[in-house]
């Protein structure tokens, strides 16, 4: 069982739990989101507490993606610094050497920002995602995504 951090303002739906070598990332969605009159199900709906299929990761250092709406872009990168932040991530970090080269340039398309590297798990259900990183890899993974972040925003100066 790991340790539930309190979320900051600037993380929106993001949340995240400390483990002694990883981290989890979770998203959940906003409540006020969620219609307020209920449609009736149609038999074939997905319940909402059905847990949709996990990314099929064969070791821990495996190369795999994962992805998170564009609007989501700064809460990620301030759920990360919160990761950064915490005693249980330096307690760790000073001991072991941080694994560099490892993430991809990220790509945005159709309003989901999806990165390539090594993801320890992630899964999807109906109304959460969440994806673990191992501390080795949590600081490279902001750096990039801060400067996916500032290209976009140059951009969009133009």
């Known amino acids: 069982m790991g340790v539930l951090l309190k979320p900051t303002p600037h993380m929106g739906a993001w949340a995240v739990e400390?483990?002694?070598?990883?981290?989890?990332?979770?998203?959940t969605a906003l409540a006020d989101s969620a219609p307020t009159t209920?449609?009736?199900?149609?038999?074939l709906a997905v319940p909402d507490d059905v847990?949709?299929?996990?990314?099929?990761?064969?070791?821990?250092?495996?190369?795999?993606?994962?992805?998170?709406?564009?609007?989501?872009?700064?809460?990620?990168i301030a759920t990360?610094?919160?990761?950064?932040?915490?005693?249980?991530?330096?307690?760790?970090?000073?001991r072991v050497?941080?694994?560099l080269g490892r993430w991809r340039r990220p790509r945005?398309?159709?309003?989901?920002?999806?990165?390539?590297?090594?993801?320890?798990e992630a899964s999807t259900r109906v109304h959460d995602r969440a994806v673990e990183l191992r501390y080795v890899h949590v600081?490279?993974?902001?750096?990039?995504l801060v400067d996916f972040a500032d290209i976009r925003a140059?951009?969009?100066d133009s």
């Not at 209920?38 to 038999?43: E, K, M």
């Not at 990360?80 to 000073?94: K, P, R, S």
Request: proline share 4%; charged share 35%; glycine share 8%.
């Open 51 to 76: 847990k949709l299929p996990q990314l099929d990761v064969e070791e821990a250092e495996a190369e795999r993606g994962f992805g998170f709406e564009i609007a989501d872009l700064e809460p990620v």
């Open 97 to 99: 050497n941080i694994d």
């Open 38 to 43: 209920r449609a009736r199900r149609s038999h």
């Open 108 to 120: 945005a398309e159709d309003g989901w920002v999806t990165i390539d590297g090594p993801i320890a």
């Open 80 to 94: 990360l610094d919160q990761v950064l932040g915490d005693a249980l991530y330096f307690d760790y970090i000073g």
């Open 18 to 27: 400390m483990f002694t070598d990883r981290t989890c990332l979770r998203r």
């Open 154 to 156: 140059a951009d969009d």
């Open 139 to 144: 600081a490279e993974l902001r750096l990039v």
